[in-house]
């Protein structure tokens, strides 16, 4: 009974051969197999799992060996790459004293021979690819009745040679670009028939053997490799490939030249049936914008084949396809990437395979930073945040301190009430999130009218008796005055007290703060939880909606009991999150599960809702090109950051700047290096399409008096150096040599980057300022040490 015999990579194809029996299949699965195999078996099927000859590799384990040799009968070799047998007189592929084998798909590869057959008979060699033998392609040596059909010669010393071979049969073969000769027949060989194949070389001999046949005698319906409707004799191609070798003549059209072709080295005999009117099919080729970066990496791919493609079909490597003939591709995984373009005409289809393409590395996890301006100032205060995270974000969460948020990537906030306000900043993309926090960054000063806003926090909230918690007034306005309702009947006028409660229940507080401008007053219902015995949470929770098209913003709730003190939330798109109300957007389409886990000090409880958000996608729209600079002018060498502002989720960025660089990136950094004016272009594409923006003139770059920019010499002063604080001064920068940039410090710990500051001293003491500033060519510093004097 006929069995297959699996070979895994590591395996040996020889062992597999030895334990075969008659009728058996022995199927090779893809990898690179090291060895010189010798078969003696009769009647068995040797092929490759996947068909690709690229995937499937048999490597001479010593190069004074054949690859692979055939010593039996009726065996069948299909879909292997064979490499490495370049000791002279081996063969990837040989056939010694066989008869009724066949050979099928496969590639010979840098061997000394292709593919030999020695002393065969009635063995079908065809489909093969023989690429860079050192010595032939394809030979026969005392070998009869074989049909050798459809196979390609390239690059090799001699494409294919029959040497005292009879009665054999060569048909719709491709011999081109041999360094020695493309076809050669000995004087010793009778009875060979040779039409239907192309032929461009420099140099066809075919030596006077007694009946070989180049040619048919009679027209014979079929499309020939000349793509015309009758197989005659063989199509003649100049070396270069450009057409006919001579001129012919097709005056009925039929594909066959009205003319005998005569000029055939070393032979009395003509192809009296040439081929004319050459019609290939696509030489296949491609092209893409990009081929590495992190994912998600959009890649634009352009079909380059010649002969005139009519259909086309991409696979991209990722289990994805398309039959656009120029498609736009998203690579959402990291990974090496094998893309193949099959290309069809009306005489045939062509493909190329470009092995590990598209190198796609995982994104990285963003790094969150970020910074305001003005940092301080009076109530109301106007702040403008400006994220500054590396490892491109996707999605920004902001927490401004006073009990309001943002999602938009560089917001602009009020402060109404004086304060001091601790920011934080999430970030996110699909390799998780990154948080950032300044404490106490924004210092807003109150008015003397300004009543004070009340605002506390507890800890603990919840435990058994007897429980301790510490309050933290967290007042704005500058309260003088504080009174505390603990909820059981006791009070304190502490701005932070400690109190215990000792019996069951749970406990509303109340703040009252007070200045000379008034009071106000906040009140926490059922803030603390005191019990006897503290169970663990019962967890639950609810999302604002569970369903819509990304991006999608979703503010999760916890509905827990048991009074959890710590949240643990997984989003099930890879983020996470440990507020108790968080707000996150799901970036992609797809359905995600919730996992929610709640602790307390008698342990954690979870609650997991499957495919609780269903996110879809939007239909793809073209998008719309949009685009700024910072900054515009200046002098050279001058460093321009593009960022791109295009809607529309474009995949592909393509920047042209107008001094004969291109860059695509999504926000690109270029250095305009001679003075001029510059047009910028920038085309975004997405699977829908593709829009364009062009700013004409947009950077004017100058160049200095002399070659090269001066670094600043730097000066500045103060509109006043002392005074009882608090005291507002307005420095003003005196640097030369046109700085285009300004660092300060104003010594009490606070910053600006503007060139004419005011900043407020809120304390007593003495304070040294430094200016840092800078240009194309460098940076200056002045310090005035002790320079302001607040008392």
Not at 423 to 443: F, M, P, Q
Request: proline content about 5%; hydrophobic content about 30%; charged content about 10%.
């Amino acid at each position: 009974m006929a069995t297959e015999i699996i070979i895994q990579p590591g395996n040996s194809i020889q062992n597999a051969v030895n334990d075969s029996s008659p009728g058996d299949v022995i199927t090779v699965k893809p990898g690179t197999y090291t060895g010189n195999i010798n078969v003696t078996k009769n009647n068995i099927i040797i092929r490759s799992e996947s068909g690709n000859p690229d995937n499937t590799v048999l490597k001479a384990g010593k190069s004074t060996a054949n690859v692979l040799i055939l010593r039996g009968d009726n065996i069948k070799v299909t879909g292997f790459k064979t490499i490495g047998a370049t000791g002279s007189g081996y063969s990837g592929i040989a056939l010694s004293s066989c008869s009724n084998c066949t050979i099928e798909n496969n590639k010979l590869l840098n061997n000394s021979r292709g593919i030999s057959l020695s002393s065969s008979t009635k063995n079908k060699i065809s489909k093969n690819t023989a690429t860079n033998n050192k010595e032939y392609g394809i030979v026969l040596g005392v070998s009869t009745k074989n049909t050798i059909s459809g196979n390609t010669a390239n690059n090799n010393a001699r494409a294919i040679y029959f040497g005292s071979s009879d009665d054999n049969i060569l048909s719709g073969n491709i011999a081109q670009y041999s360094s020695v000769l493309g076809f050669y027949i000995c004087p010793k060989s009778d009875r060979n028939r040779i039409y239907d194949n192309y032929f461009n070389e420099n140099n066809i001999s075919i030596k006077n053997g007694i009946g070989n046949a180049y040619n048919n005698t009679r027209k014979i319906a079929g499309t020939n490799i000349a793509g015309g409707p009758y197989i005659g004799g063989n199509f003649w191609a100049k070396p270069d490939g450009t057409g006919f070798s001579q001129t012919t003549v097709d005056g009925d059209g039929d594909g066959i030249s009205d003319s005998a072709y005569n000029n055939i080295t070393g032979s009395v005999y003509s192809d009296y049936m040439p081929l004319a009117a050459l019609k290939q099919k696509p030489v296949v080729s491609f092209s893409s914008n990009v081929t590495s970066g992190n994912a998600p990496l959009g890649v634009l791919f352009t079909d380059t084949s010649t002969g005139t493609p009519t259909s086309w079909s991409w696979s991209f490597g990722d289990g994805t396809n398309s039959t656009q003939r120029n498609p736009v591709h998203t690579y959402s995984t990291a990974g090496n990437y094998t893309v193949t373009l099959t290309a069809t005409n009306a005489q045939g289809t062509g493909t190329v395979t470009k092995a590990e393409y598209i190198k796609v590395g995982a994104t990285s996890l963003p790094v969150a930073n970020f910074w305001g301006s003005p940092v301080s100032g009076n109530a109301p205060l106007n702040v403008t945040f400006k994220d500054n995270s590396t490892g491109s974000p996707a999605a920004w969460n902001w927490s401004f301190g006073d009990g309001t948020y943002s999602t938009v990537q560089s917001p602009k906030h009020t402060y109404s009430a004086a304060g001091n306000y601790t920011v934080k900043l999430t970030v996110s993309n699909i390799a998780g999130s990154n948080t950032k926090t300044k404490a106490s960054y924004i210092k807003v000063q109150g008015t003397a009218s300004q009543t004070p806003v009340a605002a506390f926090t507890a800890s603990p909230t919840s435990g058994n008796i007897p429980l301790s918690v510490s309050f933290t007034d967290t007042s704005t306005g500058t309260p003088t005055s504080w009174s505390w309702s603990f909820g059981d009947g006791t009070y304190s006028t502490d701005r932070n007290p400690a109190h215990t409660y000792s019996t069951q229940g749970n406990y509303t507080v109340a703040l009252t703060v007070s200045n000379a401008a008034g009071s106000n007053t906040v009140t926490k219902t059922g803030h603390i939880s005191v019990g006897t015995t503290l169970s663990k949470p019962v967890v639950s929770f609810w999302g604002s909606q569970t369903s819509g098209t990304a991006p999608l913003t979703i503010t999760f709730t916890d509905a827990s009991t048991n009074t959890p003190t710590a949240w643990n939330w997984n989003f099930g798109d890879g983020t996470y999150s440990t507020l108790q109300k968080p707000k996150h957007t799901y970036l992609t389409a797809g359905n995600y599960t919730v996992t929610l886990n709640a602790s307390n000090a008698a342990g954690t409880g979870t609650k997991t809702r499957a495919n609780y958000i269903k996110v879809t996608g939007t239909s793809p729209q073209i998008p719309t090109a949009a685009f700024s600079a910072s900054p515009t002018s200046g002098n050279t060498p001058l460093s321009v950051t593009f960022t791109d502002s295009s809607t529309g989720s474009p995949i592909v960025w393509s920047w042209n700047f107008g001094d004969g660089t291109t860059s695509a990136t999504q926000n690109p950094v270029h250095t305009y290096s001679t003075a001029g004016n510059y047009t910028v272009t920038l085309t975004v594409t997405n699977t829908a399409g593709n829009n364009t923006v062009t700013k004409s003139n947009y950077i004017k770059a100058t160049a200095n008096s002399t070659t090269n920019a001066t670094i600043p010499v730097v000066s500045f002063w103060g509109s006043r150096t002392s005074g009882t604080a608090p005291l507002t001064i307005t420095f003003t920068d005196a640097s030369t040599n046109t700085p285009t940039a300004w660092n300060w410090s104003f010594g009490d710990g606070t910053y600006s980057t503007l060139q004419k500051p005011k900043h407020t001293y809120l304390k007593a003491g003495t304070y040294s300022v430094t200016l840092k500033a800078s240009n194309a060519a460098g940076t200056g510093t002045k310090t005035r040490a002790n320079y302001i004097k607040m008392v």
